[in-house]
T-cell receptor, first 110, second 115 residues
Framework: GNSVTQMEGPVTLSEEAFLTINCTYT??????LFWYVQYPGEGLQLLLK?????DKGSNKGFEATYRKETTSFHLEKGSVQVSDSAVYFC?????????FGKGTMLLVSP | GAGVSQSPSNKVTEKGKDVELRCDPI?????LYWYRQRLGQGLEFLIY????????KSGLPSDRFSAERTGESVSTLTIQRTQQEDSAVYLC?????????????FGPGTRLTVL
């Protein structure tokens, strides 16, 4: 079956630091890949997505590249802000439903 | 416009009682999904509805769980004879149509606590 593995948190960074949150997946076919973010007290929202190999999704300074050869979709941001503190979920979809990782909490301090 | 709404936001119940959770999807969205997020776990798919097609119930963990949807509007998730392991945040999402490319918009969730 499909599965998503992402690094455990919390990830604690100072403002303006570089961020990487690792995500790898197992799928039977060719899934679409997503990063969702959950800010404190808010619902899940889509951050970015990529639908085929070598695609790069980007939004709000975050980027992730769909790497089929390493089955990975690592999330990166060059300079984090305090407002980026949230829980980040990597997910895949091969049909209509999403398979999520367990989430990684990011804490950014001033 | 209005997003996905869920009610109640919090529900505390006693073991063995039945509970109903409600989801109002975004107007015009034909696909509706229920997920569960237990503490320290990722989101688990429970069930999804697409238009008038038979729902995909493959993620329901037991026959105590059921869900209904009226047309392309409100959905209710019912848990009968609740157990402590049912404690979780139940999330509803909707999308314009089924398929991997259609963004799912999530509601704020219902936090269920079974004592």
């Amino acid at each position: 079956g499909n599965s998503v593995t992402q690094m455990e948190g919390p990830v604690t960074l100072s403002e303006e630091a570089f961020l990487t949150i690792n995500c790898t997946y197992t799928a039977t076919g060719y899934p679409s890949l997503f990063w969702y973010v959950q800010y404190p007290g808010e619902g899940l929202q889509l951050l970015l997505k990529a639908t085929k190999a070598d695609d790069k999704g980007s939004n709000k300074g975050f980027e992730a590249t769909y790497r089929k050869e390493t089955t990975s979709f690592h999330l990166e941001k060059g300079s984090v802000q305090v407002s980026d503190s949230a829980v980040y979920f990597c997910a895949l979809s091969e049909d209509s439903t999403l398979t999520f990782g367990k989430g990684t909490m990011l804490l950014v301090s001033p | 416009g209005a997003g996905v709404s869920q009610s109640p936001s919090n529900k505390v119940t006693e073991k063995g009682k039945d509970v109903e959770l409600r989801c109002d999807p975004i107007s015009g969205h034909t696909a509706l999904y229920w997920y569960r997020q237990r503490l320290g776990q990722g989101l688990e798919f429970l069930i999804y509805f697409q238009g008038n097609s038979a729902p995909d119930k493959s993620g329901l963990p037991s026959d105590r769980f059921s869900a209904e949807r009226t047309g392309e509007s409100v959905s209710t998730l019912t848990i009968q004879r609740t157990q402590q392991e049912d404690s979780a945040v139940y999330l509803c999402a909707s999308s314009l149509a089924q398929g991997t490319y259609n963004e799912q918009f999530f509601g704020p969730g219902t936090r269920l606590t079974v004592l």
